[in-house]
């Protein structure tokens, strides 16, 4: 069974128009082993997919118009596969991605639950087929519990491999961990256990955030924050995808979407949200104070982190080069926060960087790997307070960054985890022809894509993508007047593991076939 998109485009057809899509092999395995098909259109009123770097599996949602009484007929019950096979058509030189829940090539969604059913009519009733992926499923059943020792990357590979783990079959895409180290799962879940590992896994390439295990149409995913972000020394990888606002774009006469200008063109956009001072200055964001303590040796070290100080030696979305060298841009400027409104400013006066009491945090550092004495990340113990403090601010520098929403036209190449570049416009009175006046300077520029869904409501296929940002473009005004430079780079390689090949084969070479 094939399903053509909007225009009308066969299996093998390119694609002419924006929104086009294939959809084929649409339906239901059931718990016997049978198959029937279910037209899109028709019985499917929507569907919904579903990645987010947050979250270890693909979701997705389908829409049900039932005239035919499947729950009963059918015997749904929970234990039933959903099959499709949703592509762009392909365009000369171009590889063509897809998500591939096809019984032939891909990965069937295991269907989880029955939600919001009702009778419409005499004859119809309508409700929602919630799906994950079937790893997600086998995931509640089973644990993980032995020890593990090595690269924690190659620990992370050998769970969603192993016979006795998740079993996946699906492809792994993981970045080599700089430290190695002994780790126990204590009869966890294979996606707790890979979720406690990440947050102990330090990139070779860069100090940050940790790694993210998550998965979308592609595979499986475990890699840090800054390789999603593409930089390579200190230049970065181009973005995916450059987007600009163009108000109805997508709407009106199909025959008029031509591919090309409006494959990037945002049907609509908003702000979630921009900052929260409040949440940040809670939970450590702008300062925070890590205090490490030895029960063997009866010692203790204290670790104060300073957001203004420390935001430049990590990697973000934004960055800019002056007289060759690089700078990164505060979305939080540093002034001072404890002023009198009725006094004047002082550029003396304290930040809210200059507080680390804000988030106190109490961490152990004793723990003994092949007799020596290792912190919590298998690294020197004298850095590990720092190390924690800097994960502790950029972890919430994602969770609490500004959050912009985009609606454009599908297309099953975009992932989540990949960068793009959105011209944002500039909200004010027309200052000329101007190109400069075009977009506003600060919110414009790169950001990664943390949440996408592909939504396709009977002909018509879009995409929402939800983005964050944890830099901008142009500087706030600063009482200061600091720059703040980027520590020159000492063999910081960090990139794309999606698109290198070569990077690729160093890896299967210096940690072999998993």
């Known amino acids: 069974m094939s399903i053509a998109g909007p225009a009308g485009a066969s299996i093998n057809e390119d694609l002419v128009r924006v929104g086009d899509f294939n959809l084929s092999t649409v339906g239901i395995i059931n718990h016997l082993g049978d198959y029937y098909p279910i037209p899109f259109g ?12 947050e979250h270890n599996a693909i979701t997705g949602t389908a829409h049900i118009v039932d005239s035919y009484n499947m729950i009963a007929n059918e015997e749904l019950h929970g234990n039933e596969r959903l099959v499709f096979k949703l592509s762009t058509p392909g365009r000369p030189g171009h590889i063509q991605d897809s998500v591939d829940a096809s019984l032939e090539t891909g990965y069937p969604f295991h269907i989880f639950a029955i939600k919001n059913r009702k009778q419409i009519s005499e004859t119809t009733v309508t409700y929602q087929l919630q799906f994950c992926s079937h790893d997600m499923m086998r995931n509640t059943r089973i644990r993980v519990n032995r ?38 799962i204590p009869n966890l879940r294979p996606f707790d256990a890979l979720n406690l590992i990440a947050k102990r896994s330090i990139s070779g390439n860069a100090k940050g955030v940790g790694y993210f295990f998550y998965e979308t149409a592609k595979g499986f995913h475990f890699r840090s924050y800054e390789s999603m972000l593409g930089y390579l020394s200190t ?27 409006h494959t990037h063109a945002v049907e609509s956009y908003s702000f979630s949200r921009n900052f929260n001072t409040l949440s940040n200055q809670a939970t450590g964001t702008y300062a925070n104070q890590v205090i490490t303590y030895n029960i063997y040796d009866k010692a203790y070290s204290v670790s104060n982190y300073n957001y203004h100080r420390e935001y430049g030696q990590m990697l973000h979305t934004d960055r800019i080069t002056q007289d060759r060298r690089t700078f990164h841009n505060f979305p939080m400027p540093d002034s001072p926060v404890d002023h009198d409104p009725k006094e004047q400013l002082n550029s003396g006066d304290k930040t809210a960087s200059d507080y680390p009491e804000s988030l106190v945090v109490l961490q152990p550092s004793t723990r003994f790997l092949h007799g020596e004495n290792t912190g919590s990340f298998g690294t020197d113990t004298n850095n590990e307070g720092l190390t924690e403090g800097i994960r502790i601010s950029q972890r919430n520098q994602i969770k609490n960054s500004a959050v912009l929403t985009l609606v454009v036209a599908g297309t099953s190449e975009l992932q989540a985890g990949e960068v793009i570049e959105f011209d944002y416009p500039r909200v004010e009175p027309n200052k000329g022809d101007n190109a ?19 939504r396709l409501i009977r002909g018509n296929y879009r995409m929402v993508l939800e983005c964050i940002k944890d830099g901008v473009q142009q500087s706030f005004s600063s009482m200061k007047n600091e720059n703040y430079p980027i520590d020159p780079p000492q063999n910081r390689k960090v990139t794309n593991l999606y698109t290198s090949e070569e990077v690729m084969k160093e890896v299967e070479d210096e940690l072999g076939s998993v």
Not at 42 to 53: K, R, S
Not at 172 to 177: K, Y
């Open 436 to 454: 400069e006046y075009s977009f506003d300077p600060k919110y414009s520029g790169r950001y990664l894509i943390k949440r996408l869904r592909h």
């Open 42 to 53: 028709g019985v499917i009123a929507e569907l919904n997919i579903y990645e987010d770097i």
């Open 147 to 184: 020890a593990f020792t090595g690269n924690l990357g190659e620990m992370a590979a050998d769970i969603l491999k192993d016979p006795d783990g998740l079993n996946t079959k699906k492809p792994i895409f993981f970045e080599p961990t700089k430290n190695s180290d002994t780790v126990v």
């Open 235 to 261: 230049e970065s990888r181009e973005p995916v995808r450059k987007f600009k606002y163009f108000p109805n774009a997508l709407a009106g006469d199909l025959s008029s979407r031509r591919y090309g200008v």
